[in-house]
């Protein structure tokens, strides 16, 4: 009965020291993400662009802002001091 490639390798990894089985476990998985996903890049610029498209819109500032000023008490107990920069993006919430 002839062995697979996949069942070689299983039983030879038994030979292996653990950081050898680390090292080649590194390997195979860099090897799929560049060979089986190589549209992970694509992806990922696409999501870095919605991002940056949901960061520039105005609404989507003036909630962040509301949502500041909801945390805001935080700083009363030094768990940060560092303020919204909403330049001119007014909440249009009426809480």
């Known amino acids: ?14 030979d292996l020291s653990l950081p050898e089985q ?8 860099r090897h799929i993400r560049h ?18 498209t949901m960061a520039s819109d105005p609404d989507i500032q003036r909630e962040l802002c509301d949502i500041e000023a909801e945390f805001a008490v935080t700083e009363a107990y030094g768990l940060g001091s560092d303020r919204c920069r909403c330049d001119g993006a007014k909440s249009t919430s009426s809480t």
Not at 22 to 29: F, K
Not at 44 to 51: A, G, H, V
């Open 35 to 52: 060979h089986a996903l190589p549209d992970t890049h694509e992806a990922q610029d696409s999501l870095e662009r919605q991002l940056a």
């Open 1 to 14: 009965m002839a062995t697979s490639t996949a069942e070689r390798i299983a039983i030879d990894m038994s």
């Open 22 to 29: 680390l090292w080649l476990m590194e390997r195979l998985a």
